[in-house]
């Protein structure tokens, strides 16, 4: 089941499939993210706080954390991913894309 909705600066895009466990849902202050069972993400809310988060919808995820208006992820690969606004955290500083490009253990997020 796909569920589009578009209102008042509202975008949701959230693919469910049938036995898919939800393992976890975090947040942001306008915006919602859920990793499922099979490591799939899903993301709905304002725009600029899930912006580049369909880049990453296939890829499969061990962790997911927020921050006020974006979303980081650790992929199965070991590698940290973010989305959203690019001013709180939603883009790795490109010093640090080589370093968060594999062997990351955990992760972790601040408010």
Not at 1 to 15: I, K, P
Not at 41 to 50: C, D, M, R, T
Request: proline share 3%; hydrophobic share 45%; glycine share 12%.
């Amino acid at each position: 089941m796909t569920l589009v909705d578009s209102t008042v600066n509202l975008y949701s895009y959230l693919t469910v499939t049938a036995g898919n466990s939800i393992v976890k849902v975090v947040s942001t202050l306008g915006a919602y993210a859920v990793l499922w069972g099979d490591g799939s993400i899903s993301a709905w809310g304002l725009p600029q706080h899930i912006a580049g988060w369909q880049t990453y919808e296939l890829t499969p995820f061990a962790d997911l954390v927020a921050t006020d208006k974006a979303f980081a992820g650790l992929t199965r690969d070991n590698e940290v991913v973010c989305f959203g606004a690019a001013s709180h955290g939603g883009v790795i500083p490109s010093g640090l894309q080589s370093a968060l490009s594999s062997g990351v253990a955990g992760i972790a997020s601040t408010s």
